[in-house]
């Protein structure tokens, strides 16, 4: 059918296989052919707004509803914590490397899932806002979380996490910082909205604008 699809976010799994979030349901690409994953395949919600994949390979959605879910089989199970889960939109998944679940949404703050419980921060634990937009884990295994209000490194230790905030104070040129990336020498690039793509050495302290004057 030729039907207007809105793509929210792609992912590629370790097996090569590409997956596309859209706004009418998930989708997962062989090279050759699209199969389609809906609420009527137990999707929890046609609205895919988020993507990753876990150590045993199974492929996590999150969802503008709130929901989070993953694949087992041909089969979507739903991510339902006794603790409940957020309401607001999902923004990110990430599996760190010890195992542990984190997931951002936009304006409930960022939760955490360890040792079979769920956690969630927000400024009274530190974090600058809770409008986050992307989570990545550095070569220290922080988690640095893009909010509205600068980028928040967290810190879990024995389930407990602490936070250090880079925003204007620290020199950042813009505080919303919508997309995160770390690379081999665990440089971290930023893309925020009006100051365009930065770089942060974190052994420095030193930010660096990519474009000094950005349109």
Request: proline letters at 3%; charged letters at 25%.
């Amino acid at each position: 059918r030729n039907e207007s699809v809105q793509v929210n976010v792609i992912f590629q799994d370790r097996t090569g296989f590409v997956w596309y979030g859209t706004n009418k349901g998930l989708f997962r690409f062989d090279g050759i052919q699209l199969e389609r994953f809906t609420t009527l395949d137990s999707l929890p919600d046609d609205n895919v707004t988020a993507l990753a994949q876990d150590s045993l390979g199974r492929i996590w959605t999150g969802h503008k509803n709130g929901r989070l879910s993953f694949l087992e089989g041909n089969y979507f199970r739903t991510f339902d914590p006794p603790e409940g889960s957020s309401s607001n939109e999902i923004s990110d998944i990430l599996f760190d490397r010890q195992g542990n679940l984190w997931f951002s949404t936009l304006n409930d703050g960022l939760y955490y899932f360890t040792q079979e419980r769920l956690f969630r921060i927000d400024e009274q634990e530190g974090l600058p806002d809770i409008y986050v937009y992307d989570i990545v884990e550095d070569h220290y295994g922080n988690i640095w979380a893009g909010t509205d209000g600068g980028a928040a490194i967290c810190r879990l230790e024995d389930r407990k996490v602490t936070i250090q905030v880079l925003d204007y104070d620290q020199g950042l040129p813009d505080n919303i910082v919508k997309k995160l990336h770390v690379d081999k020498t665990n440089t971290v690039w930023m893309g925020t909205e009006d100051a365009g793509v930065l770089s942060f050495n974190p052994a420095t302290g030193k930010t660096t604008t990519l474009i000094k004057e950005w349109k």
